[in-house]
Each structure stands twice: as C-alpha cells, then as structure tokens.
C-alpha cells in the first residue's frame, strides 16, 4: 500500500521561500514519477510539478516554472519542492503522487486519471 507524507509547509510573505517535502513508501515500481499538485479553496486540482526516477528530468506547469525547483532523492525514496519567490497565488494544499511517468503525467492533463493514494497534504499560505 502506498503511502505518502507531505510535510514543510506554513505561513510565508510574498517573496518568500518554503521546501516542501514528500515521504513515499510502499510502493516497488522501478520506474516512477513523483508529481506534485495543489488545490486552492474553490478550485480544482491542478499539477505543478512532476520528476522521474529514471533521468530526473523535472516538468513545471507554467505558473511556476522559474520559481520552484523538483527534486528527488532516490535512496530516501523522498522528493521535495523547492518553492521561491512565493506569490498569494501559490496559496494552496500542496500533495504528492507516485506512480508510474505515464499515469503522473495523465495526472496533469485536464479530467486527469484519478489517484487513489493521495496523503493529507501539507498547507502552504502566502500572505502579508
């Protein structure tokens, strides 16, 4: 059973930077994906980052390229979210998913795959 714990999130002014982390276990796929979404109160769930085991080789949604940063350290079987230059806009629950690139990148499209090991996500508020 896959579990995942998202942690490192809070309060943060506009400008500021948070490091999210991703704990993943339980899960024996050789090739993966890690994604990382957010939803906003109101909205939708949407993906904004994703990275693979295989190359690293990171993606980023529009609204964050040039300010967050994925990376995933395998041996910890962790991922984190490195986020800067945060904006109120970025005011969400931030989640992860592990499985395989596929499906994570199925995940972004819109009406994406539906998920079934989602953890309990970790808060982030951007606010002065």
């Known amino acids: 059973q896959v579990q995942l714990v998202e942690s490192g999130g809070g309060l943060v002014q506009p400008g500021g930077s948070l490091r999210l982390s991703c704990a993943a276990s339980?899960?024996?796929?050789?090739?993966?994906?890690v994604g990382w979404f957010r939803q906003a109160p109101g909205k939708e769930r949407e993906g904004v980052s994703f990275i693979k085991n295989t190359d690293h080789s990171p993606y980023y949604s529009d609204s964050v390229r040039g300010r967050f940063t994925v990376s995933l350290d395998d041996a910890k079987a962790t991922a984190y979210l490195h986020m800067n230059n945060l904006k109120p806009e970025d005011t969400a629950v931030y989640y992860c998913?592990?499985?395989?690139?596929?499906?994570?990148?199925?995940?972004?499209?819109?009406?994406?795959?539906?998920?079934?090991?989602w953890g309990q996500g970790t808060q982030v508020t951007v606010s002065s």
């Open positions: 339980g899960f024996t796929l050789p090739v993966y994906a």
């Open positions: 998913a592990v499985d395989t690139p596929s499906i994570i990148m199925k995940m972004f499209l819109p009406g994406g795959s539906d998920y079934d090991h």
